[in-house]
């Protein structure tokens, strides 16, 4: 046998080999083609359609960075000190929508996940010659998160948690960083709310909440007796006017808040909201978190350049306590702004009681 013989058998033992294998391998499917995700701009930018669906989804959120000091919020360090406060926060929105024969059908979610270092102070005793308290302060760094606002809506009906009805009806006071130094309403609770908007810019709504008594607890009724909070708006070119009604069934107070928003410019606006509480004096009311009987707000919103934003606010109320913050909000680059801000607190009927606050923040939306 030569060279040439072998070869020709090598060669043909290797085509029959190969051929075995070829018969029993296994035939890969062609991948199926991928369905790419579809963009939804019938609520605006940032929706998608979700696969397979026709709900449009959406997921936003920002980080957001804060740092303040300053007498006006009385910040104590582990040392005994005054000292800044720092808190950083991720904020995730989740919004889903999808179209009925009912209208809109909504889900939206918002969590906030916060790192905030926290002072407190604990009553340990008394002193047996003077009766004074003995305290005990404690300085930590806390890691918490809370659902902000969880609910449902179809057409005008929402059902869940989210801020009152008293508060976002006539809408949160300003642009300032700390609009609530004189409160104008209570913010979380849980609701069952229906809005009707009208093709002239006319809103009435009306809503049943469970309320907090005082801000203390969760949640108390009576007799299954729920909040009742109602509102008519209407809205121009020339601005906005409202007015809105929470009634505690708890306390069996009343609470009445009216707002105004006109329109100076394309880029200049200014506000000036009153409100007034049923409840004696001393007394509690969930939808009248001011001191004394009546509380007043002023502000304004002024566009200077694509940028910068100037915000300024006044509260005042029955209790002489009076609040001032100014601040400027500048957009870096699109999605990252730094806004500081100045503030000023006073209460007229106290000595010594004025106090300055500033307060620095970063957030970079997405």
């Known amino acids: 046998m030569n060279a040439k013989s072998l070869l020709l058998g090598s060669a043909a033992a290797l085509v029959a080999v190969s051929g075995a294998r070829a018969a029993d391998a296994v035939v890969v499917a062609e991948p199926e083609p991928m369905e790419y995700v579809r963009v939804c701009d019938v609520y605006g930018t940032g929706f998608f359609y979700m696969p397979g669906t026709e709900t449009c989804l959406k997921v936003s959120g920002y980080i957001r960075v804060d740092i303040r000091g300053g007498d006006a919020f009385e910040f104590i360090s582990n040392a005994g000190e ?174 009445v808040k009216g707002r105004l928003d006109l329109t100076i410019t394309e880029t200049a606006s200014v506000f000036v909201m009153g409100a007034w509480d049923s409840a004696d004096e001393g007394g509690r009311n969930f939808y009248a978190p001011w001191g004394g009987k009546w509380a007043i707000w002023g502000g304004t919103a002024v566009k200077f350049t694509d940028k910068a934003t100037f915000n300024a606010e006044v509260g005042y109320d029955d209790f002489e306590n009076l609040s001032v913050a100014a601040n400027v909000r500048y957009e870096l680059v699109p999605g990252l702004a730094v806004t500081p801000e100045i503030i000023y607190r006073d209460n007229f009927d106290l000595d010594d009681a004025d106090a300055w606050g500033a307060h620095l923040r970063f957030q970079r939306n997405f």
């Open 82 to 255: 005054e000292t800044y406060n720092n808190r950083a926060r991720f904020q995730l929105r989740i919004d889903a929508r999808t179209e009925t024969e009912l209208g809109t059908l909504r889900s939206y979610a918002q969590i906030n996940f916060n790192y905030q270092a926290l002072y407190t102070t604990t009553v340990v005793g008394f002193d047996p010659d003077t009766g004074e308290a003995i305290t005990s302060t404690s300085y930590d760094n806390n890691d918490f998160f809370a659902i902000e606002h969880a609910y449902i809506e179809l057409g005008g009906f929402r059902v869940g948690k989210t801020d009152s009805y008293f508060s976002t009806f006539t809408d949160y006071a300003s642009g300032v960083l700390n609009d609530g130094l004189v409160p104008y309403g209570p913010l979380q609770t849980l609701q069952i709310a229906y809005t009707y908007t009208g093709a002239n810019g006319f809103s009435a709504g009306i809503a049943l909440e469970q309320g907090d008594e005082g801000g203390v607890g969760g949640g108390i009724t009576e007799d299954y007796a729920p909040y009742v909070v109602g509102g008519v708006s209407l809205k121009q070119g020339w601005g906005k006017i409202g007015v809105v009604a929470g009634y505690d069934s708890w306390e069996d107070a009343v609470a």
